[in-house]
């Protein structure tokens, strides 16, 4: 089964679109868990048992377990591996190089971490993605126009009358078909996410933004218009306590999201 339709098949069994990110940062643990590196996978393995049922995806963003050397690299790779067969697994590792670099990456997220989706930087172009993309039924999700402010530094200038955003899509539209090119386009640019749900209406967008970064629910699910998406929330859920009912508060958050979105 490709990426595409575990995604859809997953969705539709717990009839939900959130994917709950696993920012694990030791800082923010509770306490009452909370004793040394090893703590996080603890964590994050209350996190999964609490949601797992209200999920149709989790997303790991490397950098919060690289920071530890190898022990975070054991507790990301232990955490992929405690995550259910039947939902996604997306390595935010924002990755992108050429030639055998790029080869090892996709290696490094596919075969070794098992996940179905993986996040790619397209600004080397299209044969940074190429060994990506040689995984049929994997996933390559590009930073399109991401939630944070500084997306308007380099995302929005304007190539031939049009922002390098839109480029980026067009471009790659002709790379891949929808079981394996997604894109990550922010909720906190909602006339934009709308503009892109017309242009690809079949393509899967990851859509993280809403809750800590500001983006609102409401105006991201009516700019998507049912099409395919993850809406990915983490701190938000993950952090909703700090006391020991911390994956209780967890799950009373994620169902609160689940039930917006629908």
Known sequence: ??????????????????????????????????????????????????????????????????????????????????????IIKIADAKRGDIGNTSTAYAKSCFDYFGADIVTVNPYMGK?????????????????????????????????NGKPLYRQIVEQSLLWADKNQLGYIIGATHSSELEEMRTLLPDRVFLIPGIGTQGGNVESTIKANANGPAIINISRSIIFASKEKDFAEKAREKAYKFKLSFM
């Open 1 to 86: 089964m490709n990426a595409f339709d575990k995604l859809m098949k997953i969705q539709k069994l717990n009839s939900s679109i959130l994917c709950v990110g696993l920012d694990s940062d030791l800082k923010h643990i509770p306490e009452v868990i909370k004793s040394d590196i090893n703590s996080v996978y603890e964590f994050n393995k209350n996190i999964i048992e609490a949601t797992k049922d209200l999920v149709c995806a989790y997303k790991l963003n490397f950098a919060f377990y690289e920071q530890y050397g190898p022990p975070g690299f054991e507790i990301l790779k232990k955490t992929f591996d405690i995550i259910p067969d039947n």
């Open 127 to 159: 044969d940074s993605l190429e060994p990506f993309l040689e995984y049929k039924n994997k996933m390559v999700c590009l930073l399109t126009l991401t939630s944070n402010p500084g997306s308007a530094n380099f995302q929005r200038l304007l190539f």
